[in-house]
């Protein structure tokens, strides 16, 4: 390639780059899904912080905050109801006076596409919910936990999921911001965020199973996270003047951890294990990296799989995120120079 071969080719990147918009939604498509799974997430880069910064954390709600709920609110209350036999009513004071633990916690939207950024790690700060149960005493028969929002949304988890269930009220040493779900949240690790009810207002212990906003709408009812990985030091298309690099990404399969993650530099004729960093907890995103030298210039696939701590493996078969979260893997072109 010549030198003014070269030259014109960056010039014309430089211009796709400007001219095309940075899109900032995304969501499943398929003709039962609703469209109103749209999340939102602040145009990234190419290092992935091992804390998503709350401004930049993704963002999914029916309509926005509830009016009603202003920062520093004094008359918010928390009930918890049912099949109980302590019924309990809450204030923040006396929320925040009961024994609260942090957790470093990754959260993904269950519309988040390939390769997409509706995913994001924080610090997590709560009341475990296991706590106020045993105040409150659930029945012999109680089996559902229903979370009701103050905007109108509303999800369940079955009893057994609130062992590691949190209520949450601070994300990365600072108050909930109102788009996170001021002043309460649930957050339980594991699990899409379609279940991380924000906006607490409710807490209802029930006998019986309980169909929630999305559910409704034929989304998944237990909304377990699948195994994801991505490519984010490299974008597709990009052009590389060197031979030498090295490909990072992340890789996530809820609470189930990660056992290996791979990476093919050749359309996925072999594979390559990758290195993993140690995760920062056994609910949080894995960092991973390969160090590579491409042969010779030419247009490169990459791609990137992982597996579970299970033995659980990400397939290469696409399917939409309606109804149970997006499967497939992240695949880039790369040309070097």
């Known amino acids: 390639m010549t030198r003014s071969q070269f030259l014109r080719r960056l010039l014309t990147l430089a211009l796709s780059i400007i001219i095309y918009p940075v899109r900032l939604l995304a969501g499943p498509s398929s003709p039962a899904a609703p469209s109103e799974m749209t999340p939102s997430w602040a145009p990234p880069g190419k290092h992935t912080p091992a804390i998503t910064p709350t401004e930049k954390f993704y963002i999914e709600d029916l309509s926005g ?16 109801t049912g099949s109980i036999h302590q019924p309990l009513t809450l204030n923040s004071h006396q929320l925040l006076e009961r024994p609260s633990v942090q957790r470093i916690i990754t959260l993904s939207c269950i519309g988040n596409p390939v390769g997409g950024h509706a995913i994001g790690t924080a610090v997590w700060q709560g009341v475990p919910l296991r706590l106020l149960l045993q105040e409150a005493d659930p029945k012999f028969f109680a089996k559902t936990i229903i979370l009701k929002g103050a905007d109108g949304y509303h999800d369940s988890i079955p009893l057994h999921q ?109 594979w390559q294990l990758a290195h993993l960093e140690k995760p920062q907890s056994p609910w949080s995103w894995v960092f991973w990296s390969l160090p590579c030298k491409f042969p010779q210039r030419g247009r490169y696939r990459i791609a990137v799989r992982a597996a579970d701590q299970y033995s659980g493996r990400q397939t290469d078969h696409h399917r939409d995120a309606f109804p149970n979260g997006v499967s497939g893997i992240h695949r880039i072109h790369i040309n070097v120079l």
Do not use: C
């Open 65 to 80: 905050p509830p009016k009603s709920l202003k920062m520093g609110a004094t008359d918010w209350q928390l009930q918890i």
């Open 162 to 270: 609130s062992k590691n269930a949190l209520l949450v009220y601070r994300m990365n040493g600072e108050p909930l911001t109102r788009q996170h779900g001021y002043p309460l949240r649930l957050m339980v690790p594991g699990l899409y965020g379609i279940k991380q009810v924000k906006w607490l207002r409710e807490i209802e212990v029930s006998e019986q199973s309980h169909v929630g906003y999305w559910q409704k709408r034929n989304w998944s009812k237990t909304a377990r996270v699948k195994i994801m990985s991505r490519i984010d030091s490299h974008r597709d298309g990009e052009w590389l003047p060197v031979r030498n690099t090295v490909i990072r990404g992340i890789a996530f399969s809820g609470d189930r951890g990660i056992q290996y993650v791979q990476v093919s530099l050749n359309g996925e004729r072999s």
